[in-house]
């Protein structure tokens, strides 16, 4: 699997070097042979990697490791990867700008395959070994917040003149707001009666 995010931090001013995209470890390598000699035999994979900071819209991962636990178990023709790891993330809340940030447990469920088709879900592999770092990266990526809150009932910079509402409050709103315009200025679909006039 590739890296579906590109980071695109601008490059940094008087000439300073672009920060790379290096994770540490660069792979996380299983090898699954002997795990591969039977059925559902499983082992226990513990995870610990710094990953290079990437960014989602108004989101990015922290400088924090990941870690967590992976279950790898033996399937005809490959093997599944379950668990879940942990990670943080910071960024900027959508009301009221400000740095935000949390803590996250994200599932991991992947299955890799010998000569798995193109196109699918299914991860290729040679069957002998398996990079668990891709999967990590992308389940952690995948997660993070595209418009986060730095709480659910932040005001906003400007709560007086512009609350904050949720979806819910935003379509009371402006179901308020239909009704008090028909009452005033009449439903425009009865506008035609208007025109009629009848002899008295």
């Known amino acids: 699997m590739t890296d579906p995010v590109q980071d695109p931090t601008p490059a940094p001013a ?23 000699k039977r059925l559902g035999q499983r082992q226990t994979e513990t995870v610990e990697v710094q ?23 033996s399937i005809e023709r490959g093997v599944t990867v379950r668990g ?9 809340c959508r009301r009221c700008l ?13 299955i890799f395959q010998v000569g798995a088709p193109e196109g699918s879900d299914i991860v290729d592999f040679d069957g002998d070994q398996l990079d668990l770092l891709p999967i990590i990266r992308d389940a952690v990526v995948f997660s993070l917040p595209l418009a986060p809150l730095c709480r659910a009932d932040c005001p906003g910079p400007d709560p007086d003149r512009y609350p904050a509402m949720s979806v819910a409050q935003s379509e009371e709103a402006r179901r308020t707001e239909r009704k008090e ?10 506008s035609a009666l208007d025109q009629l006039k009848f002899d008295s």
């Open 98 to 110: 400000d740095e935000t940030g949390s803590s996250m447990e994200v599932d991991i469920d992947e």
């Open 14 to 36: 008087d000439n300073a070097p672009l920060e790379e995209l290096t994770d540490s470890p660069p792979k996380l390598p299983v090898s699954v042979m002997e795990l591969r």
């Open 84 to 92: 879940q790891v942990n990670f943080s993330w910071v960024g900027e």
């Open 181 to 190: 315009q028909l009452q005033r200025d009449g439903d425009p679909r009865w």
């Open 51 to 73: 990953l290079a900071r990437r960014h989602v819209v108004a989101s990015r991962t922290s400088d924090e490791v990941v870690t967590g636990e992976l279950i790898v178990e």
